[in-house]
């Protein structure tokens, strides 16, 4: 089974960066999806991106300031998250499917204004 594990997440001021990091225990190369979701307080899992072999998708609320990538050797996807704002507050989920999902346990990402 494999397990996955978030990092990379913090305090920034808004309008900053932050790059977050799931790092996989096996290998990811077989995984036909993955992505991020997050989850604001006393609000419902949204999804934030996703990477497949048919390419990237983002939410619209992140599209063109979030970018979705992974690195198959290292076993690791990344978001790489700029031009953050106060609304990008949650905590973020990595996932992973492969006819069955996996998900990490969420990194905090908070934004100041």
């Known amino acids: 089974q494999v397990q996955l594990v978030e990092s990379g997440g913090g305090l920034v001021q808004a309008g900053g960066s932050l790059r977050l990091s799931c790092a996989a225990s096996g290998s990811i190369f077989s995984f036909n999806a993955m992505g991020w979701y997050r989850q604001a307080p006393g609000k419902q899992r949204d999804f934030v991106a996703r990477?497949?072999?048919?390419?990237?998708y983002y939410a619209d609320s992140v599209k063109g300031r979030f970018t979705i990538s992974r690195d198959n050797a290292k076993n690791t996807m990344y978001l790489q998250m700029a031009g953050l704002k106060s609304e990008d507050t949650a905590v973020y989920y990595c996932y992973a499917a492969n006819g069955r999902n996996y998900w990490g346990q969420g990194t905090q990402v908070t934004v100041s204004s």
């Open positions: 990477i497949s072999r048919g390419g990237t």
